[in-house]
T-cell receptor, first 116, second 113 residues
Framework: EPEVTQTPSHQVTQMGQEVILRCVPI?????FYWYRQILGQKVEFLVS????????KSEIFDDQFSVERPDGSNFTLKIRSTKLEDSAMYFC??????????????FGPGTRLTVL | AQSVTQLGSHVSVSEGALVLLRCNYS??????LFWYVQYPNQGLQLLLK??????LVKGINGFEAEFKKSETSFHLTKPSAHMSDAAEYFC???????????FGKGTRLSVIA
C-alpha cells in the first residue's frame, strides 16, 4: 500500500540554524500539506501546496518557513532560522490522487525537531 | 471558522468494554469529519470519515461514528475494546477533503486488562 514517508525521523539543531524536513508524498497525489504538533498540544496546519504553489497557509507559517517541491517527488519544509518554539513533531500529508479517493489526507510518520 | 472539541484528554476502559470518544465540531458549512488514530511513535492513520450520505460511518478495526447534525457531534464508538486499541485518537474537520484539517486536542485511550 502506498504511504507517505518522511526523513529524518528525528532532527536536533541549534537555535538559529536552518533545517530542511523532507517528505515523499504518495506518487499520484496532487495536494501536499505540512502540519506540526508541539508536545502536548493539538496538531496544527502550517501550509498546503497544489499545482506548484502555496494554496493556503496559517498564521504560524511566517517568513522563516518555506516549502518546495524540487523534483516532482520530494516535498520539503525549510525553517530558515530555528527558534526554541519550533521544537515539535512535523507531519507531512498528501491527498487528491487521480483516479483514487480524493478526499482523504494520508499522513507520514513525522519528523521530531528538537531545537536547543 | 471551524473548530473541534474533544471531551476528555484521557479515557480509560477495561478490555471488552464499550469505547466512546466524544467529538463536537463547529462549522459554518457542511463539514467533512474525520477520526485519525496515532499509535506510539507512528504517524496519523485514518480510522473513518464522513463526507456525505449515510450518517453512520464504519471504519477500520471495528470502530464506527455517527454524524449528528442537530448535536454537531461525531462521536467514535467501538462495542468491545481490545488492548491493541490503546492509542491517541484525533477528531478533525474540514470544508472538503483537500482543504486543511482542523484537529481537536486528541484523546488518549488506555485499555486495562
Amino acid at each position: 500500500e502506498p504511504e507517505v514517508t518522511q526523513t529524518p525521523s528525528h532532527q536536533v539543531t541549534q537555535m538559529g540554524q536552518e533545517v530542511i524536513l523532507r517528505c515523499v508524498p504518495i506518487s499520484n497525489h496532487l495536494y501536499f500539506y505540512w502540519y506540526r504538533q508541539i508536545l502536548g498540544q493539538k496538531v496544527e496546519f502550517l501550509v498546503s501546496f497544489y499545482n506548484n504553489e502555496i494554496s493556503e497557509k496559517s498564521e504560524i507559517f511566517d517568513d522563516q518557513f518555506s516549502v518546495e517541491r524540487p523534483d516532482g517527488s520530494n516535498f520539503t519544509l525549510k525553517i530558515r532560522s530555528t527558534k526554541l518554539e519550533d521544537s515539535a513533531m512535523y507531519f507531512c500529508a498528501s491527498s487528491g490522487g487521480q483516479g483514487a479517493i480524493v478526499d482523504t489526507q494520508y499522513f507520514g510518520p513525522g519528523t521530531r525537531l528538537t531545537v536547543l | 471558522a471551524q473548530s473541534v472539541t474533544q471531551l476528555g484528554s484521557h479515557v480509560s476502559v477495561s478490555e471488552g468494554a464499550l469505547v466512546l470518544l466524544r467529538c463536537n465540531y463547529s462549522s459554518s458549512v457542511p463539514p467533512y469529519l474525520f477520526w485519525y488514530v496515532q499509535y506510539p511513535n507512528q504517524g496519523l492513520q485514518l480510522l473513518l470519515k464522513y463526507t456525505t450520505g449515510a450518517t453512520l460511518v464504519k471504519g477500520i478495526n471495528g470502530f464506527e461514528a455517527e454524524f449528528k447534525k442537530s448535536e454537531t457531534s461525531f462521536h467514535l464508538t467501538k462495542p468491545s475494546a481490545h488492548m491493541s486499541d490503546a492509542a491517541e485518537y484525533f477528531c478533525a474537520v474540514s470544508y472538503s477533503g483537500n482543504t486543511p484539517l482542523v484537529f481537536g486536542k486528541g484523546t488518549r485511550l488506555s485499555v486495562i486488562a
